[in-house]
T-cell receptor, first 114, second 115 residues
């Protein structure tokens, strides 16, 4: 089946690094995504990684993918109070055909303390 | 450049009523997807439309329907509303290139409350 799991809450101090973890079950997923959601808002695409890559870096964001263990992580360097939000991991639903379906985890709430 | 736009931003309905939500994709994008996000959970896929054809459908009852217009905008209709339909409805647009990435960009959502 298709399932994405995330830890629910993470609290860090401003300036520290944050690591948000995600596990998924669909080994046929081609792309994995990280989205950010601030209160009352839609989802903002942060970054994505192709399934044949191990790592992708984009400014303060580093994505690590362990395809064998179906584990994805998002590291935010020098975390700021403006990074406080809910972070969603999503996989592109694989299987036959491309239905455009994204499967989301339940979200990790990141709290950044000054 | 304008992102994905949705209307209305908020909506209050009573049980049994019908609702229509609207979405305009990013200019040049031909695909629109709809998601339902219940409070405290991740978004759940409802539909994707590409070039006015339904490309994928999630596990939602037939009370949910959608369509896409020649200008690629889309409407989501929900009939016979239930209390459990209260949620944030998100629209996403993308420009799928064959079997490649279908990176989806989300709008701000429509908050539906069913009383």
């Amino acid at each position: 089946g298709e399932d994405v799991e995330q830890s629910l809450f993470l609290s860090v101090r401003e300036g520290d690094s944050s690591v948000i973890n995600c596990t998924y079950t669909d080994s046929s997923s081609t792309y994995l995504y990280w989205y950010k959601q601030e209160p009352g808002a839609g989802l903002q695409l942060l970054t994505y990684i192709f399934s044949n890559m191990d790592m992708k870096q984009d400014q303060r964001l580093t994505v690590l993918l362990n395809k064998k263990d179906k584990h994805l992580s998002l590291r935010i360097a020098d975390t700021q109070t403006g990074d406080s939000a809910i972070y969603f991991c999503a996989e592109s639903g694989g299987g036959s055909g491309n239905t455009g379906k994204l499967i989301f985890g339940q979200g990790t709430t990141l709290q950044v303390k000054p | 450049d304008a992102g994905v736009t949705q209307s209305p931003t908020h909506l209050i309905k009573t049980r049994g009523q019908q609702v229509t939500l609207r979405c305009s994709p990013i200019s040049g994008h031909k695909s629109v997807s709809w998601y339902q996000q219940v409070l405290g959970q991740g978004p759940q896929f409802i539909f994707q439309y590409y070039e006015k054809e339904e490309r994928g459908r999630g596990n939602f009852p037939d009370r949910f329907s959608a369509r896409q217009f020649p200008n690629y905008s889309s409407e989501l209709n929900v009939n016979a509303l239930l209390l459990g339909d209260s949620a944030l409805y998100l629209c996403a647009s993308s420009s799928p290139a064959g079997g490649g990435t279908d990176t989806q960009y989300f709008g701000p959502g429509t908050r539906l409350t069913v009383l």
